[in-house]
Nanobody, 126 residues
Framework: QVQLVESGGGLVQAGGSLRLSCAVS????????MGWFRQAPGKEREFVTC????????SYADSVKGRFTISRDNAKNTVYLQMNSLKPEDTAVYYC???????????????????WGQGTQVTVSS
C-alpha cells in the first residue's frame, strides 16, 4: 500500500506563489511517476503536471506552463509543485498521484493513476 500526503495549500493573492509538497510512504518512491492534478468546483479533475521516475522528464498542462514547476527528491520520498504567478483560475483542490511506470515514462490522465493523496485546497483571490 502507498500513502500520499499533500501539504502547502492555502489562500494567496493573484500573482503570488505557493509550494505544494507530497510525501509518499509505503513503497519505493522511485518506482513511481508522480503527477499533480486539480479539480475546481463543478469541474472534472484535470492534469497539471507529471515527472518521470528519474525526474528527468516532465510534462505540463498548457495552462500552467512557465508558471508551475514539478520536482522530486527521491531521497526524501517527496514531490513538489512550485506555483508562481498564480491566477484566480488556478483555484482548485490539488491532488498528488502516483503511477508505476517505466523509468522515463510520464502520463497525464487521472484515471491512469494507481494512488491518490487526499488533496489540498489552493485558493487564489483577485
Amino acid at each position: 500500500q502507498v500513502q500520499l500526503v499533500e501539504s502547502g495549500g492555502g489562500l494567496v493573492q493573484a500573482g503570488g506563489s505557493l509550494r505544494l509538497s507530497c510525501a509518499v510512504s509505503g513503497r519505493t518512491f522511485s518506482s513511481y511517476a508522480m503527477g499533480w492534478f486539480r479539480q475546481a468546483p463543478g469541474k472534472e479533475r484535470e492534469f497539471v503536471t507529471c515527472a518521470s521516475r528519474s525526474g528527468a522528464r516532465t510534462s505540463y498542462a498548457d495552462s500552467v506552463k512557465g508558471r508551475f514547476t514539478i520536482s522530486r527528491d527521491n531521497a526524501k520520498n517527496t514531490v513538489y509543485l512550485q506555483m508562481n504567478s498564480l491566477k484566480p483560475e488556478d483555484t482548485a483542490v490539488y491532488y498528488c498521484a502516483a503511477k508505476s511506470m517505466g523509468y522515463h515514462s510520464i502520463y497525464n490522465t487521472p484515471t491512469e493513476s494507481d494512488y491518490w493523496g487526499q488533496g489540498t485546497q489552493v485558493t487564489v483571490s483577485s
